[in-house]
């Protein structure tokens, strides 16, 4: 799997990171660095190697999707400035 050279530090850490450039889009940070927190705790005692093998492609999915996603946003905003200029 994929995954399994993704660090589970190196993970918690690009987790933490991630909600803070959330949190300067509107988001906010306290809370969402509590959620990153909160699931890693909750899951930090998992010792079924599959298991925590699962858990660690759900984050790295989880923050390859909001990547992706923030990417095509930052795109179709350009896309419309560009528009924009063309109007006026």
Not at 37 to 52: C, G, H, L, S, Y
Not at 64 to 70: C, K, L, R, T
Request: with cysteine; glycine share 6%.
């Amino acid at each position: 799997m994929w995954a399994s050279c993704y660090p589970p530090v190196q993970l918690y850490r690009d987790c933490l990171r991630l909600a803070d450039y959330i949190s300067t889009q509107g988001g906010n940070r306290r809370v969402l660095r509590d959620q990153v927190r909160q699931a890693f705790k909750k899951n930090k005692d998992e010792t079924d190697p599959q298991r925590i093998e699962e858990q660690k492609e759900a984050a790295v999915r989880g923050l390859s999707n909001y990547m992706f996603h923030e990417a095509q946003r930052l795109a179709k905003e350009e896309v419309q400035k560009g528009n924009d200029k063309f109007d006026g």
